[in-house]
């Protein structure tokens, strides 16, 4: 017997009953996207309840390949499970290999005498399985998905009740395969569709910093033309020649700064930048960081204080020093003519990091600047120079390349600390940039 014949009303009130309950709980496990084999194993184990002598399984089809895979069967040998596994479908190629090649049901009432499994025949003796009979699970285009397997361990034809129970049953298991292979090609759709999205973001920010590094290198790389010409073309006087190098020098150094930053930027986002941690004293670093600055804080007769703890830090000293040095020029260059600069170590509520501020009483960062500050060139400039921020936006001009918190942000980062905008307003901005606190060292 190779087929079966369509069952009457067989279907006890009890199994009616009983499959209900059972349909809308896997139903529900569908609902919650439980994993498949979750729920074959579910919808197995319920079949298993009404036919209790029997094991089932559930193979599913992998058309590409023509093979059988392992789908769920709570109760089978693990031996016979894994022994099945990748069957190569076909009509000779046991009960479930046959269903699934021909898209019939196949009943071997015994293994032993069975022609089709004959390949088999000993992997079932050892698993004590001696009928099997396979039902093609079918998917929304009418072939098969997978086969649904009931074993038994003595000689067996389905009875009518039985076939009812594993119509039902595999129609379950059927939508839900369906089910998942709806949701993973809906992820998979997903994913590529995330995957094109951040491609095309990627490509575009390289395009925008690629133009902007050139417009940014424009202006200087024309001054030093334009001086050099000068030179070359005119007998300047003493006094002329110099202030022509000093602006081929300032000129060549601004173009030099843009350079390294943009070379520190694409290394960090390509996470090829070198870092080496080491405990770093923090009121050393930042010591070193007011001296550098305190000629350009006196240009702009800005007062710098610092009130830094004994705190030592994880850091690489060099970069963290890019960082603060960052940090303290903006407060300087973008704060006000006559401002304050206060830089501080503050107790942070994880006993593991600390927290340094850099705060001034500047005219605050712009808000529309706010959401793209870390981003390269999120410049404060205005053109029209109407706004508030616009008379300390002019001074900054000059000087201001926009890459600084950029790279101040990334660095933090890479040496596994963080850095945010305290607070920023009409009063003045403070900037806060969290580090690991040195294992063993202890605040002050
Ligand atoms: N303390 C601050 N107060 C007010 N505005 C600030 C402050 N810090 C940063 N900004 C604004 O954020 C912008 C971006 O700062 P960022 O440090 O990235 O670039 P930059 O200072 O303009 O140039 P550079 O690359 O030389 O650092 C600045 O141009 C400025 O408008
Ligand atoms: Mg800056």
Known sequence: MTALEPAGRVLLEEDAVRMLDQQAEVLGLIARAAPLPEVLSRILSSLEEL??????????????????RHGAAPSLPQTYVAAIDGLVIGDGAGSCGTAAALNIAVVASDVRTDPRWVAFRDVAATAGLRSCWSTPIDGRDSLPVGTFA?????????SPREQQLVDRYSHLASVAIEHSTAMRDRRARLEAETARRTAEELSRAKSELLAAVGHEARTPI????GFAELLSTMELDEAHRREALDHIGAAAGHVMDLLSDVLDISRLEGGALPISLEPVPLRGVMVEVLGLVSSRAAQRRVELAQDVGEDVVL???RRLRQVLLNLVTNAIRHGHVDGRVHVCTRSDTDPGTVLVCVNDDGPGIPPELLARLFLPFAHGRNPSGSSRYAAAADAAQEESIGLGLALAHGLAEVMGGDLVVGSSGPGGTSMHLRLPRASGASGA
């Open 51 to 68: 036919m209790p002598e029997a094991q089932c399984s559930v193979l599913l089809l992998d058309r590409e390949e023509g093979r059988l």
């Open 315 to 317: 850091a690489d000293p």
């Open 222 to 225: 024309q001054a030093i033309v």
């Open 150 to 158: 009931v074993y038994h361990p003595y000689p067996h034809s389905p």
